[in-house]
């Protein structure tokens, strides 16, 4: 073979991604196949990369003692079935992109930027050289902060958000990779295995933990998703912040507590309170807001809190319940935000309140959002269902006392989660239409009901035969034989539940219905129902839950942004820059002060260093 | 063979015919005791099962603003759900077949009932349905954390076994927390029953019926008998998870009974001596009147694990 199978899926995109950027900007659909078919061939790569197993790439670059500097290639069973994933839902999304992201301005850009992001996601999987994995890790930062931009002027803040925050998590990677070069002499990921002893490797682990949950979007650095959806365009939300990023931020999360560090069990349960605290919090914010996208992503942060418990406990069972939730969270929650993006190019707005009634005019978009959502509140026989079981089933297994209080928040969380989405179904899809959705006729076209339909049925899929995924990527993904003792019989549980629909049928058929169903005005205690007056917002459905004791305080608080990371790193760099601004305030004799007081100290700092 | 073994389970004992026919047998009950409390008769033993075959005859309405497929479907949703339930409670019962997490199978399948009452109602596209809809997902909210936390108590007092017949096997309710714990989700189950105080979902004097507003012929028979159904099935949860499960061998056959129907009769005592209360005050009842106890029990139940008093 002339080209090594592993340099396809990464330089391919990025080489393709420049082309696009150098096109001239008319020619719109050529740019949209040709991304459409870069996806594709990364996709094939992937599946044979997978099935190929042993591939290695080593190509030294630099070397000066320590400091190696090397173009090393290697994928894991863990890597390589992600890649798969990554390299899929991009492939997915071109294909939505078609439909979706046409006619807009800044097209150009978009399509670069994609096909950077899917390079990076691939380099960044691949990797095998912590310096080459970081550079690709910041490709992907960098290009998600464009992609946001595609959203116009009022995406300007949120990416800034984006980038600030990712850039933050990723300078705290970089110290941690520094430490870990310190420590261990080699950059070279395969080789890492640091024991816990002293300081270093302690600070090192938390240091590259924060990178990984950030651009995971765990809490406490989850506020740049929110921030990102407000003006982001959908597919860029479907492709980054709900899958990409969840797939490279607990890859590499996976990677430190597994492979790279030996964990101590402290440091566990860490990342087990961090997921209680995510999941709950998150969930409580998702369930007043008004806005689409921003609902989803918080529910996008709040499903990585099941990630990080399941990884947290350490055992088998948590982990691969981590991953393959991990997993599944990237396809139901790409699906809903493509779902969203439906919503939107049809009626042209993301204001929750000014939605309803589209099922009778969109029912494939329905069916989709309404089985991703059901998947997405742990409804059995959906596919996050089996994950959180696993999750809970690992949290059961550390035997901790603790660990009730964990799987209370997780259930908790699940139901919270339900009653997320019964307003996000009742308010895009039921009650009654508006003036916004009634001038809609049909549904979305097939390039974009594609991705949704292909994205529900593996949502259905990965539930019922959840032992095709687990045999085949989770369990040698997670290095674990199939410890998971007797598990729910699905196909069984599905096959009952498909008899008893139609025993429900048979119902109905035994009663009048066949000859006789009648259509009626609804009935409101005989006064005639307004179209828009007689509407019941959805919204409004969580207001009493707002208005609790405990729970008002935090929503307000919550609001101002007192809660937010951001805001206090902000403040205290704006305080920062406060000062230097007053310092500089034009005199000459000032600076020169302030440079003799700067030569004394150093003065005093050599004498005393010798 | 072990699939017609499985069919039968599902459709004839326990699953769909034992099941409906003991529910409405348990409505009966329901509706006699209360027609005894308010100094009635009461109706004639088969009038749950004349009520619903007249159901099935009675022409079917469909509202106009409703989305048509879903409002229809979503009747047969909650009674597959209650179904399931209801056979895998039986099977951890009397053929001790279950498998580990079966517990939190039927944890979430318990809450689909309810979520097909909120998808019917909000399909029909009324108003009032609406509105029952949003109160039925905030009753699920207030009740679910109180009855997470009495189950965390169940787990850890069996040896952190979350399989029915594992925890069936201990007797919870022999211990003060177990007791404890064992109140607090009674009140849980009347919410999940939708029966007064926490009937605030259908609230007939008020939104008349709620969800349950444009349902007809046989699309509210299903509701009915799955109401019916649950009516049957929660108790069952609560005997097998708290007072040791079931066991139909000669006395055991007599003792089930005594259970079952202690436990219908306090939940349909409460149901006829209280007013209904207003969402808000559920929640507020839900979360900080009986989280806090049923946080007291699983601490309860901790110190006793530590200091090893297996009574408290």
Redesign the interface.
């Known amino acids: 073979m002339f080209v090594n199978l592993l340099l396809i899926p990464v330089l391919l995109p990025l080489a393709v991604g420049l082309f696009t950027f150098i096109l001239p900007k008319k020619d719109r659909w050529f740019r949209a196949i040709l991304t459409l078919v870069t996806s594709i061939v990364a996709f094939a790569s992937a599946i044979w990369i997978y099935i190929e197993k042993s591939l290695e790439l080593r190509f030294s670059l630099l070397a000066i003692g320590n400091f190696t500097l090397s173009f090393d290639l290697a994928p894991t069973p863990l890597s390589s079935f992600i890649l798969i994933f990554a390299t899929g839902f991009g492939l997915l999304i071109s294909l939505y992109s078609l439909g979706y992201i046409t006619g807009r301005n800044r097209v150009r850009e978009y399509y670069a930027f994609f096909l950077f992001a899917l390079g990076g996601s691939s380099g960044v999987l691949l990797a095998d050289h912590f310096l080459v994995f970081l550079i690709f890790w910041e490709v992907v930062t960098v290009s998600l902060y464009f992609l946001v931009t595609v959203g116009g002027a009022e995406s300007k803040a949120g990416a800034s958000k984006t980038f600030a925050m990712l850039g933050g998590g990723d300078g705290c990677l970089l110290l941690g990779i520094g430490i870990v070069w310190f420590l261990n002499g080699s950059f070279t990921i395969s080789n890492l295995n640091i024991p816990f002893g002293g300081v270093l490797p302690v600070i090192a682990f938390i240091l590259m933990m924060i990178g990984a949950i950030t651009k995971a979007g765990s809490m406490p650095f989850h506020s740049w998703i929110p921030a990102a959806s407000e003006a982001a365009p959908a597919s860029v939300m479907a492709l980054l912040p709900a899958s990409l990023d969840k797939l490279l931020g607990i890859y590499l999360l996976i990677m430190l507590t597994t492979r790279i560090f030996v964990l101590t069990s402290g440091l566990g349960l860490l990342l087990m309170i961090i997921g209680a605290v995510t999941i709950l919090a998150a969930v409580m914010m998702a369930m007043v807001q008004h806005d689409l996208p921003k609902l989803l992503s918080y529910h996008a942060v709040s499903q990585v809190g099941y990630m990080l418990l399941g990884i947290g406990t350490m055992n088998p069972i948590g982990i691969a319940g981590g991953l393959f939730h991990m997993l599944n969270n990237s396809i139901y929650k790409n699906c809903l935000f493509l779902c969203a993006g439906a919503v939107e190019r049809k009626t042209g707005t993301n204001d929750l309140s000014e939605l309803g ?1 589209l ?2 005019v969109m029912p494939i978009t329905f069916i989709a959002c309404l089985v991703s959502a059901l998947a997405i509140s ?3 026989p959906f596919n996050g ?1 089996v994950s959180k ?1 696993l999750v ?2 690992g949290v ?1 297994e550390t ?1 901790m ?1 603790a660990s ?2 964990f ?2 928040a997780a ?2 969380g ?3 989660t ?2 997320s989405f ?2 996000v ?2 308010s895009v ?4 239409r508006t003036q916004k959705t009634a001038k809609v006729k049909k549904d979305v076209g097939f390039g974009m009901a594609l991705p949704m339909i292909v994205l529900a049925l593996l949502s259905l899929g990965f539930g019922i035969y959840y032992r095709f995924p687990l045999n085949f990527f989770v369990y040698p993904g997670a290095g674990v034989q199939a410890v998971i ?5 699905s196909t ?2 599905t ?3 498909i ?3 139609a ?3 048979i ?2 058929l ?4 066949r000859k ?10 005989g006064e005639k ?1 307004e179209q828009e007056t ?3 917002i ?1 919204t ?3 207001d ?2 707002k ?3 405990v729970l008002k305080g935090t929503y307000t608080a919550q609001g101002k942004g007192h809660l937010d990371p951001y805001t206090w790193i902000g403040g205290l760099g704006l305080g920062i820059t406060g000062f230097l601004k007053r310092i500089h305030n034009g005199l000459l004799s000032w600076y020169l002060s302030w440079s003799l007081l700067g030569i004394l100290i150093l003065i005093v700092l050599f004498t005393l260093l010798k | 063979m072990e699939i017609a073994w ?2 039968f389970a ?2 004839v004992f326990p699953g ?1 015919v034992f099941t409906s026919i003991v529910g409405l047998l348990s409505s009966w009950v329901d509706r006699k005791v209360t027609a005894r409390v308010q100094w009635r008769v009461g109706p004639p033993l088969l009038q749950p099962f004349y009520d619903f075959v007249k ?13 048509r497929l ?1 409002f ?1 479907a979503a ?2 949703f909650g ?2 759900a209650v ?2 339930v209801s ?1 895998i409670l039986w099977l951890a019962n009397l053929a001790q077949v279950s ?4 517990l ?2 039927v ?3 318990l ?2 009932p309810s ?1 097909a009452i ?2 019917g109602g ?7 349905a ?2 029952g ?2 109160r039925e ?2 009753l ?2 207030a009740y ?2 109180p009855f ?2 009495c189950l ?1 108590t169940v ?2 007092k069996s040896n ?1 076994s ?2 029915l017949v594992a925890i069936a096997e201990n007797h919870v309710f022999n211990s003060v927390s177990g007791v404890v714990a064992g109140v607090v989700v009674l009140f849980c189950v009347q919410a999940k029953l939708g029966f007064t105080p926490f009937d605030v979902a259908e609230a007939e004097t008020e939104i ?1 019926s709620g969800p349950f ?2 349902y007809s ?3 509210l ?2 509701f009915k008998l799955t109401q019916a159904m649950m009516l049957f099935t929660l108790p069952v949860f609560l005997i097998t998870v708290f007072l040791g499960g079931i066991h139909l061998v000669g006395w055991g056959i007599l003792w089930a009974i005594l259970k079952y129907v202690a436990i219908l009769v306090l939940i349909i005592v409460i149901k006829n001596t209280n007013p209904r209360v207003r ?2 005050q559920a ?2 009842f839900f ?2 009147y009986l989280t806090p106890i049923a946080v007291a029990a ?1 601490v309860l139940a ?1 110190l006793g ?1 530590i200091f090893a008093v297996p009574w408290l």
């Not at chain 2, 159901?55 to 989305?67: N, Q, Y």
């Not at chain 2, 909000?122 to 009032?128: K, T, V």
């Open positions: 009634g099922v009778k742990g409804v059995p269902f079981w809970y089933q059961l035997g006392k009730f209080i799987l209370v259930m908790f699940s139901a919270l339900l009653a019964i307003k179904i009742y899809f039921l009650g009654t003792p007797g598990i729910w019989n069984w549980a096959g009952l539940i008899l008893g629909l025993v429900g049928f119902i109905y035994l009663g009048k219905y006789s169903a009648r259509v009626v005005d609804p009935f409101i205690g129902l007689g509407r019941v959805g409004h459905f969580y009493t839950i208005e609790m004791p | 499985y069919i599902f459709i769909f159901l099935l005859g009675k022409e079917t309405l469909i509202p106009s603003s409703g989305a879903l229809l009747p047969i009674f597959v179904t399931l056979t498998f580990v997490g079966d939190i199978v944890v979430y399948l809450v689909v979520l909120m998808i909000m399909a029909s596209g009324n108003p009032l609406s509105i809809a949003s997902m905030k699920i909210l679910e954390l997470l936390i965390a787990i850890l952190s979350i399989s008349m507003i444009e012929g046989v699309s028979g299903v969402i808000d929640v507020k979360w900080f699983f901790v694990r």
